[in-house]
């Protein structure tokens, strides 16, 4: 009787979880509409395209076939980082455009209170999904912090797009910056600049982010294999931290007395290593370049102290996403990974707008 008591529930337990993984296929198919993109990478997927090489190929959005109104909701990280600002002025910008141009659209942005706040995030998102939002924008703090909300979007069939952050395979498309891509621009701005030798040196991110890894990496990878003779003497991470970053450039400078430039992964982290470069007297012999095009770097490169910022210009990545959000609602397939425009801007280009230096050409509609 215990055997068949045992037997029973064996049974019971494996068409359960036969059952469980049916239904777990179903879900899977729609969690992971971007697995392909997980296994290769989001800087390394072999179908990825840069948004300037497809945008005319895409032709005009059709908004007759799109349903009127519609609201689209932006879930942003914290608005006091001001790369997240540009973010916001952006698609509120091209929300503001494409109504004048006849599209009935009303675009909401929301944000963490912090850029480590997760849940607070996440309660932005499911305010959206809540609403029944006709599409979402997302930049997730973590990889996983947004998945309930998002699980819950997809369930309600509201299009999504990732915005530059922490990719989810869930999700279909992403527009972002190529962190590769930057990482390349800014080595091979370097190297050209001190004449393809010398010593050079990295400041990091968090580490564990995979922007400042991929940016490392890239940029070390680029020198070693088509500069011979310049030498990387030193790679720290500085955690994103301004301070922390001049403190490691305060070190690099005394113990490497011909250094010649520092990259950092980011402008907050170059500027740190700008007030270090300018305390020791060496502003213009110590080149210092940093990225993602901040005001105050794009200011300081104005000024002729920083050498120069790989621009990412976040204030149209988020127009982008916006545009790849109403082409899913209009029925058109759009690319799983979609780069956004980035270029260094230095003393010789930092008189150019923004929309010169990325050929940005608006919103073509067809109505």
């Not at 455009?97 to 706040?117: F, M, P, R, W």
């Not at 070190?251 to 500027?271: C, E, G, H, S, V």
């Not at 204030?315 to 790849?324: C, K, R, V």
């Amino acid at each position: 009787m215990k055997k068949i008591s045992v037997f029973i529930l064996v049974l019971m337990f494996c068409v359960g979880m036969g059952a469980f993984a049916a239904g777990g296929k179903d879900a899977g198919s729609q969690e992971l509409a971007a697995a392909d993109v997980a296994a290769q990478g989001f800087n390394s997927y072999d179908k990825a395209v840069g948004y300037n090489q497809i945008k005319d190929s895409l032709g005009p959005i059709d908004i007759s076939k799109i349903k009127q109104p519609l609201t689209v909701g932006f879930t942003a990280k914290a608005l006091e980082n001001e790369f997240w600002r540009m973010e916001k002025e952006g698609v509120e910008a091209a929300g503001a455009e494409l109504k004048a141009a006849g599209l009935n659209i009303t675009v909401t942005v929301g944000a963490a209170q912090g850029e480590s706040d997760e849940l607070g995030q996440l309660s932005v998102l499911n305010n959206m999904v809540n609403r029944n939002y006709n599409a979402i924008l997302v930049s997730p703090i973590a990889d996983g912090n947004l998945l309930p909300g998002v699980e819950k979007a997809l369930e309600q069939k509201i299009p999504m797009v990732v915005v530059n952050d922490a990719f989810m395979p869930q999700i279909r498309t992403t527009v972002g910056a190529w962190h590769l891509e930057g990482a390349e621009l800014a080595a091979e701005w370097v190297a050209k600049k001190i004449g393809g030798s010398g010593e050079v040196a990295v400041v990091q991110g968090l580490p564990k982010n995979e922007a400042a890894r991929i940016r490392t990496e890239g940029f070390s990878n680029y020198i070693k294999k088509n500069y011979p003779n310049i030498k990387i003497v030193g790679t720290q991470n500085a955690d994103w931290d301004r301070t922390k970053a001049k403190e490691v450039a305060d070190i690099w400078l005394r113990q490497f007395p011909n250094l010649k430039a520092i990259y950092a992964n980011n402008d907050t982290m170059a500027m740190g290593v700008l007030e270090s470069v300018r305390g020791v007297g060496k502003l213009g012999s110590v080149l210092v370049v940093g990225c993602d095009g901040t005001s105050e770097a794009l200011d300081s490169v104005k000024a002729g102290e920083l050498s120069a910022t790989v621009n990412n210009f976040p204030y149209y990545m988020s127009q982008i996403g916006l545009e790849m959000a109403l082409r899913i609602l209009s029925g058109q397939d759009v690319p799983k990974v979609i780069y956004s425009p980035q270029t260094v801007v230095d003393k010789d280009n930092i008189g150019k707008s923004d929309a010169e230096l990325i050929n940005w050409t608006g919103f073509k509609l067809k109505k």
